[in-house]
């Protein structure tokens, strides 16, 4: 649970700022919205996989471009 307090002579719109960000870095709304609806085993890790092979896509992408462009450079 994202918890503050405020500091003497802090505007709540910084305090507001904080709390926002220890809610992003505590990940609380990710795990409000994954806890929102029920899914079945099977959909689970087929999402689960999916998602391992965007990461997958992803990284292969940030690697091939760094790869090709020291091929052009030479």
Same mark, same amino acid.
């Given at each position: 649970?994202? /918890?503050?307090? !405020?500091? +003497?002579?802090?505007? @709540? #719109?910084?305090? @507001? ?8 870095? /505590? *990940?609380?709304?990710? +795990? ?6 029920? !899914?079945?085993?099977? #959909? ?5 996989? &999916? @998602?391992?092979?965007?990461? &997958? %896509?992803?990284?292969? %992408?940030? /690697?091939?471009?760094?790869? %090709? *462009?020291?091929?052009? /450079? &030479?």
């Amino acid at each position: 649970m994202a /918890e503050i307090r !405020l500091q +003497e002579g802090e505007s @709540l #719109e910084n305090a @507001l700022r904080r709390f926002k960000r220890k809610v992003q870095t /505590e *990940d609380i709304i990710k +795990e409000v919205k994954r806890h929102s609806y029920y !899914l079945k085993p099977g #959909e689970k890790r087929r999402v689960k996989s &999916a @998602l391992a092979r965007k990461r &997958a %896509r992803k990284k292969f %992408r940030k /690697e091939g471009s760094s790869s %090709r *462009d020291s091929r052009r /450079e &030479a």
